[in-house]
């Protein structure tokens, strides 16, 4: 039987799933939303740089009120403060930089992601655009890239399809999806469940997924 | 490289004529160069193709270009903070061409580096890549996309001394350095106006060979999104 | 990020394996990371294909493992100050690649930006310009040129803290940068290596990123053309 | 009659009528080898900024023994030091300067000038080729290409040529030729001889001359 958590417990958990992708040493990019919490779950034994697109390299925690600098602030235009050894960049240098797969890894949202990796996250037709922002070359530019977002739609419908219905981020770029109730990897041979989350049977979680879903030889049951 | 320095940001903008390309820099808020974009509000040119990663919000940066119907077409890569730019492209009074940040970026660096185009992964199996050159290296594929210029280039800095090098304060360097580059006539917007030599030259982001004219001004540098950390 | 801080020379070369491609940094002789280039000397790997600007002169710097038959292929802009190249050439010992030193910059700086290919004017109607596609843009001809990379970069700066941020000094500055971003290994050699935190983050030209190893050395900075100004 | 200077003179009387191109407020790449002598006759009055290639805007006089610094030097190799409100670069920012048309002027050396302004300056085919350095690219990087050589070749044949025998440097790219006998702009008609040196006569020019030259309705004579 399904869960029933609220939406603020839903993310956390998700996150804080998300959180066990970055290891030791990694640079990672974190897209704006939920997976700019997962920087508030990183364990404290991860030595780990968090690089923003605007151009800096390090991220700090968020400022005490007389630390805020209004030319400081990280993707999503919150004011942040650098952390100890970072370094600032022209948007072009910090670009190049994923571009050129510096990054160890990139945890970004998803509204559907199909069973060959495809992502779809920045627009729906008949909506206004706003842009992709740097989306669109954050996908091609990490060693590892990892969505997190929710395994259903409000309507209950599987966001993890053959096909994205939706406009394209990025063709055959998503390496792993992490929702709340799995994590499931996208391989060569298509879609592997790896971890189910706790509450969730590998049943329930093969129906609500609008793809085919091999079941990992692995499969770890209840890990989050 | 003798620059022009002004006095007064009226005179900065006045060369900027009606369908004029400008590009401006800044990333949200941060950056932007809010006493020019002012003094271009004041002075009412109009039909301008913008470029600038994103426009301002209602009531600031470019946002009251925008307010003011001064912009015809607007070329960045996320415009969402801004209901009025909301209401002109659904009512087909501003036309956006959408690029992927990184894309902007350099297509901007390129402009100011003479690289008529180059190629990206940015953007390939989706919308943007409609009637782009699409090209395999080593077995991925890639779109070719161009360089961007602009008549004009509006930037800020946090210093810069009287031969045009200037030096931005942390994540406020953003975008500008590669728009300096490529404006035909470049504006920048300076906190502090020093004198030639005071500036570190292993320390200067922007080498005034870029710049043609200064303007020393005093920023509001509003704040979107002030994010606090709660006291322990 | 957590980097490799060497205490040998020795130490900091021993993946370097034959066959492998190697950016070395410098300008002349400035810049160039002198250690490191002797303890690939010691080391005796082989079959090297070397992309730098230059190749050293016959007794310093790349010289050295030309001499050492280290080297089969060369890429760089010009290698006129060694007597030992021109020797191996002649006798079809080693391949040489020339490059517009621009070329060569950017291609550097393509390679480690993930950008495959982009255009340039310089070579076009000129025997660079055999076997590239030559491509008209506004009226104007360009080549197409590739990005390079390499397994392993080897750069020299003046300061570099144990995050692998790094500052070059004046000149010294030149290639090392887009090397260091080219490479799959980066090994800094630093003048200085100082603790996290002591660079200033508006003044850093290399991010850590880019660098996975750093060693100090003591350098010898040999001048190539000591031009002094007469007493008045 | 043909005048008979010594080389050094020839070069410095070259050098001296570049300087005139010069203008104040320029930004200006100056060749290895003799374009690096116009830098000792900039005329005090007027502010230029030297380019240099290598990394550095701004090039000083030499330095005194106590200021040499190993890690500053121009294109040439050459010990220099930074003129007040110089600025370094990497060497891609460099020639992203100079392809990006940012200088007003280069002067640059040549070994060879064609009517439609092709350049060779880099090789000879069958001696060591020693690679082409930056001249491919600054030849494509300024405003206004100047070429400074001696008028004919050391077996007394012209270096102003229909075409060029050697192998080019750039293609279409020079826009005035200054020798030891003349000036000479290419212009879209062909070349145009503009001026003429002291001791040297436009019907001599014209036979040391390679090409069909028109001459200048405002021709200047013995202007150096």
């Known amino acids: 039987m399904a869960v029933n958590l609220d939406k603020a417990l839903v993310r956390e958990k998700i996150a804080k799933r998300a959180e066990r992708e970055i290891e030791n040493g990694f640079y990672v990019n974190l897209g704006i939303g939920m997976p700019t919490m997962v920087a508030n779950y990183i364990q404290e034994d991860k030595e780990i740089v968090l690089q923003s697109e605007n151009g800096l390299v390090g991220i700090g925690r968020s400022p005490y009120e ?86 259903v739609n409000k309507h209950g419908e599987p966001k993890i399809l053959k096909e994205c219905s939706l406009p394209l981020t990025g063709e055959g770029v998503v390496d792993r999806i992490i929702t709340d109730r799995a994590v499931i990897d996208v391989t060569d041979n298509g879609l592997v469940l790896v971890e189910v989350a706790e509450g969730w049977t590998v049943q329930e979680v093969v129906e609500a997924t609008g793809a085919h879903l091999q079941v990992s030889e692995n499969l770890l049951s209840a890990t989050f | ?60 940066g470019l946002g009251l270009l925008l307010e003011n119907k001064q912009i015809d077409k607007m070329i960045g890569s996320y415009v969402g903070e801004n209901k009025e730019f909301e209401r002109q492209v659904l009512a087909g009074e501003l036309e956006v061409e959408l690029t992927p940040q990184g894309t902007l970026a350099e297509r901007i660096r390129a402009g100011g580096a003479g690289i008529p185009a180059f190629y ?81 030259p292993d320390h200067i982001h922007t080498p005034g060979i870029y710049v043609q004219g200064l303007i020393e001004g005093k920023q509001e540098k509003r704040i979107e999104r002030l994010t606090l950390r709660r006291e322990a």
């Open chain 1, 66 to 151: 007389n630390e805020v600098d209004p030319d400081l602030i990280n993707a999503g235009k919150e004011t942040v403060t650098a952390a100890v050894g970072a370094s600032y960049c022209s948007s072009a240098e910090s670009f190049a930089m994923i571009r050129g797969e510096h990054l160890d890894l990139a945890i970004l949202g998803g509204m559907e992601v199909s069973e060959t990796g495809n992502l779809a996250n920045w627009m729906i037709p008949g909506k206004m655009i706003k842009g992709m922002g740097g989306a669109m070359d954050i996908v091609h530019g990490a060693k590892k890239i990892v969505i997190i977002m929710d395994h």
């Open chain 2, 1 to 60: 490289m003798m620059k022009t320095i002004y006095t007064s940001f009226e005179e900065a903008v006045k060369d900027i004529k009606d369908y004029s390309t400008i590009m401006v820099g800044g990333f949200g808020l941060v950056g932007i160069p809010e006493n020019l974009i002012l003094a271009l509000v004041e002075s009412k040119v109009k039909h301008l193709t913008v470029i600038s990663n994103n426009c301002g919000v209602d009531d600031w």
């Open chain 2, 120 to 200: 990206t992964p940015a953007g390939v199996g989706t919308p943007i890549a409609e009637g782009k050159e699409v090209r395999n290296f080593d077995g991925k594929d890639y779109l070719m996309v161009t360089g961007l210029k602009a008549d004009f280039s509006l930037v800020r800095a946090a210093k810069g001394d009287r031969l045009g090098n200037l030096v931005y304060n942390k994540t406020a360097r953003n975008f500008n350095p590669e728009i300096a580059a490529a404006g035909t006539t470049t504006i920048a917007e300076v906190e502090e106006l020093v004198d030639a030599g005071t500036l570190d």
